[in-house]
């Protein structure tokens, strides 16, 4: 079995990979911001907490430069593969370069810095980028362009302004920018191979870690306010973004691609896709599954959130990453179905 650190624990996509590897009897230490989160986890998890296969570490800011130093100074023997997740994915901040940027370049480059400082057994880094350091704004209504994993977001720091969502991609991107450029630097002396993930909005359901519908992550929020009836009279536009992966299909990625599972993924990108999707979809689905909540889902004919023509909108190709994780996707009408059933049980035990 594989000892393994999984930054973010608390996260949307860490808590389905925590889930997978503890499934698997590897050996996790998992890091979180606070006691709060911590006591989630190892309450989840009492048995693994107890014989020693789960350990669960607070670090309060990943903004530090040496955030993850005390980390691996304590648990780094025999680490042999580390999950970055933590990353901020929201749009409710003041501050972009504070609350984004910091957080993700910062995160990113002081873990792959400590672990060449006090984990030379690490052989693999799996870091979770996302769609956002792939796509160009600039280009999603061109059916002519092809977004795959050769594919760079050409957003700087300069742009972080602009909007919200431009400044979560430049976060995304810049990041995995630096993560790449820290390995090739041979001043830096890493002994360990990188591999990205880089999912487009990512639906799922939820596990243990969620207390309210409030606290849902920034992806499913969509699919509560459906169902809490706030899609009723119109249905919200998609977004730039019309494709899709499912949670448990991108831990999967990290976990086959960061145990070495599956073979030709080191120094790859990896552009892990579903398929198409839109808000009109959703709603339809919803509608089908869930005939209890009639009342507060928009009726057939309802317009709004279609997905554009083919004419209007990129294409997408990652017939690479489905060939090397060898992963059958998950379909958007199961993917909705589970989550909606998670989110149920989330508001009962609430």
Known sequence: MTKVLLTG??????????????SASHTVITTVRSQSKADAITSAYPSQTTSGYLTVAIVPDIAQPNAFDSVLQTHGSGLEVVLHTASPFHFKFNDPKKEL????????????????????SVRR?????SFAAI???????????????????PVTIDDIHRNPATAYRASKTLAEKAAWEFVQNKENDAKFDLVTINPPMVFGPVVHHLATLEAINTSNERIVDAIKGKWKGEIPPTGQAYIWVDVRDVATAHV???????????????FVVSGWFSNAQIAEVLRKNFP??????????????????????????????????????????????????????VEVSA
């Open 292 to 345: 209890e909540d009639k009342e507060k889902l928009p009726e057939e004919g309802v317009k709004g959130g279609e997905l554009p023509e083919e004419d209007k909108r990129f294409g997408y190709d990652n017939s690479e990453t489905t060939r090397l994780l060898g992963i059958e996707w998950i379909g958007l009408e199961r993917s909705i179905v589970d989550t909606v059933r998670s989110l149920k049980r």
């Open 101 to 120: 940027i910091d957080p993700a370049l910062i995160g990113t480059t002081s873990i792959l810095s400590a672990i060449t400082k006090f984990a030379p």
């Open 135 to 153: 796509i160009n704004e600039a280009h999603v209504s061109d059916p002519s362009t092809v977004f795959s994993e050769k594919s760079w977001n």
């Open 9 to 22: 624990g608390s996260g949307f996509i860490a808590a389905h990979i925590l889930d997978q590897l503890l």
């Open 125 to 129: 880094v799996v870091v979770t980028s």
């Open 256 to 270: 086959r691609a960061g145990l070495g599972l599956v073979e030709g993924v080191a120094g790859k990108r990896l």
